[in-house]
C-alpha cells in the first residue's frame, strides 16, 4: 500500500504565553521541541495507522527566537518511509501577530518506528513521490541515514583511531592529559 504525503501532512499554530518562556524572556527551546514531538507523533501515525514512537531527531537548530504573544506555526509531512519507520520533515515559523512578520525558527527531522498492538514494529505504506521535490526529500533522508551510518562506524570505540584526531583537538579548546 502507498499514501500521498499530503494525506497525513499536519500543521498545528500555538499562541505562546508567558508560561512557556524561559529566564530571559524567549519561548523555552523544551516547550518547542515538546511540540515538535507531538506534531511528528500525529504525522506519523496518520500515515502509518498505528501508535508510533520517536527514534530519533536529525539535528534541531534554533535559528531565530521565539518571542512571548508571537503565533507559533509548526508543519509537519511524512519524507521518508522505510520498512517499519518514516522520516517526518517538521518546519517550525513564529509570526508576529501586530506587524504580520514572519520567522522561520527551526527545521527539523524525526525518525518515527509504527508499532503493533503488541508493542512491535509493523510495516508502514510505502509514500508516493508526485513532485520532484518529494524525490528530493526521500532521496536526501537516504543520503542522511548513510552519514549517520558512517559517522556512527567511525567513531565506535573499537573502530576509533586516536591518532587521527589528536592533532586536530589539539588546536581546539581543550587540554589533552593522556
Do not use: W
Request: net charge positive.
Amino acid at each position: 500500500m502507498f499514501k500521498h504525503a499530503k494525506e497525513s501532512q499536519i500543521t498545528i499554530t500555538e499562541l505562546m504565553l508567558p508560561s512557556h518562556s524561559n529566564f530571559s524572556g524567549k519561548i523555552h527551546g523544551g516547550h518547542i521541541l515538546n511540540l515538535m514531538d507531538q506534531i511528528a507523533f500525529a504525522c506519523a501515525s496518520k500515515h502509518s495507522r498505528h501508535y508510533c514512537v520517536t527514534a530519533s531527531v536529525n539535528k534541531v537548530d534554533f535559528l531565530n527566537p521565539i518571542e512571548v504573544g508571537e503565533l507559533v506555526t509548526l508543519k509537519a509531512s511524512v519524507n521518508y518511509t522505510g520498512r517499519t519507520s518514516m522520516v517526518i520533515g517538521l518546519r517550525i515559523e513564529s509570526e508576529n501577530i501586530q506587524t504580520g512578520e514572519v520567522k522561520h525558527c527551526n527545521s527539523s527531522y524525526f525518525t518515527m518506528v509504527a508499532k503493533g498492538e503488541d508493542g512491535k514494529n509493523v510495516p508502514v505504506p510505502g509514500l508516493i513521490l508526485d513532485t520532484e521535490q518529494s524525490v528530493r526529500r526521500f532521496a536526501r533522508s537516504i543520503k542522511r541515514q548513510e552519514q549517520a551510518r558512517k559517522r556512527s562506524n567511525i567513531f565506535k570505540a573499537s573502530e576509533f583511531k586516536i591518532d587521527e584526531h589528536i592533532d586536530f583537538i589539539k588546536t581546539q579548546n581543550a587540554k589533552i592529559e593522556l
